[in-house]
């Protein structure tokens, strides 16, 4: 089992800033859910390919908030935490909080996502297994 | 002068769509920066370079809030009309809503920006003339 | 029917450029897709959702060729001339430039792509309607 | 000292792929570059942020091609390696070679880059200390 909270570590990419030197601002959202879909891959062993494949579900975006807290600049290192706010019937609400390599908090980002059926995208109930991996995780976390 | 409020049309690309087929939801933050871009460079005639580079200045992102309300797939046309929410004295508020071609509400994200001094990233308040067409903006929208 | 040869206008993006201020390489190659795409929705009147979704098929890159001729910057803009340099029978190769607002020649792309059918990936011919389109658009061009 | 020759490990994103299941091409332009980014910072000892912000100087791409060899798909692994093919007296030329996790060759990526001073963007020979630190990468790695 990996640590709790799980975490991602990647680098600020050159690519990824702006010419005023920092991070383009819509990039830290990608970093967060880069760090959301390792979670789904590595903590909830559903890889978001088989959960709308295999599945044949979907868990689209209702709602992103970010606030940025401290500017990122090309070479540091962020490491993102996954939280688990709320898990509800049929949605959930994701905390993910980017630090530096100097602990320095830079993003906070909560997501609100919901399940749905493909192709219908009809609102779906969180399917047992999945929901009981989130509550846990949560619970592994202090977080309830 | 341009309509009022000022729109930014552009159609979904294909890669900005995911495998379950439809835009990947940081591009929905990528669509509504690029409208404030344009606006910046159409209505107020401050291009992002011209700030960063001319004026010393930055206007870096302090919280943006997305909400999905319908999902855009490839080749949809996006229409992306900006408003200004709140000026105040070093930041300031906007909202940009995104319709598909059907007129069909996509997307509302609120974007609150704040105006530093650059290299010290120093608080600074917004150079009066951006401010007075910010307002003018506002008034001409009907938004004050 | 459109103009011969074809062309896609959009303006370089703050969010494309990097620190150095300049456009980050890889974008170019987004630009010249973006127009490729743009022609196959327009010209040949077979958007890429349609060829993967209801056509079964698919049209993967095989290989890319980008020539970096004058560096873009912020607030540009950018035409791209998309061109057809040979149709074969499962593959074609297209040639995309791009100038910008003064004329000068920014880039210049060359794309082979071939065909393919899905979900089995195995080579397909370009299927006759479609090679017809191509094949007259090159003409149109005077490119044959 | 890291092993010779270095290599860079990453997942294909979900967001990197697109409506086809497959990694958008384009991407694997992205992350050839993500690789050369990382051998700048990690082997020559020369993060892009220094070459441009404390030497003024900058090293544009000249011209790129990349072979796709096999697709991608999001979740799997990429191990891309950076070689060195030619150092000349102001241009380099780079081979970025992709692997999956299972070492099937996905992609092979040449770049050729000119060596600049900024803001001039006049030719500039590569620095002496840069020049010897990739010609020794070269012959660490047999390739000369």
Redesign the interface.
């Known amino acids: 089992m990996t640590d709790r909270p799980f975490t991602e570590t990647r ?1 600020v ?3 990824d ?6 991070i ?3 990039r830290v ?2 970093y967060a ?2 760090a959301l ?2 979670w789904y ?1 590595d903590v909830l062993d559903v ?3 088989r959960l ?2 295999d599945m044949g579900m ?1 868990s ?9 807290l401290n ?1 990122l ?3 540091q290192q962020v490491v993102s935490e996954v939280r688990v706010d709320r898990v509800g019937r049929a949605s959930v609400t994701y905390r993910i909080n980017g630090h530096d390599g100097d602990g320095r908090h830079c993003f906070r980002v909560t997501i609100v996502a919901c399940f749905i059926d ?1 192709p219908t ?1 009809a609102s779906a109930p969180i399917p047992a297994d999945i929901r009981e991996r989130m509550v846990a995780y949560q619970t592994a976390c202090g977080d309830q």
């Not at 800033?17 to 920092?22: K, M």
């Not at 689209?60 to 940025?68: G, L, S």
């Open positions: 680098v990419r050159w690519g800033c702006d010419p005023a030197g920092i383009y601002a819509p959202f990608d859910m880069e879909e390792a891959r890889p978001w390919m709308v494949g979907g689209p975006m209702v709602r992103a908030e970010v606030d940025f500017a600049a090309a070479d493909r995208f």
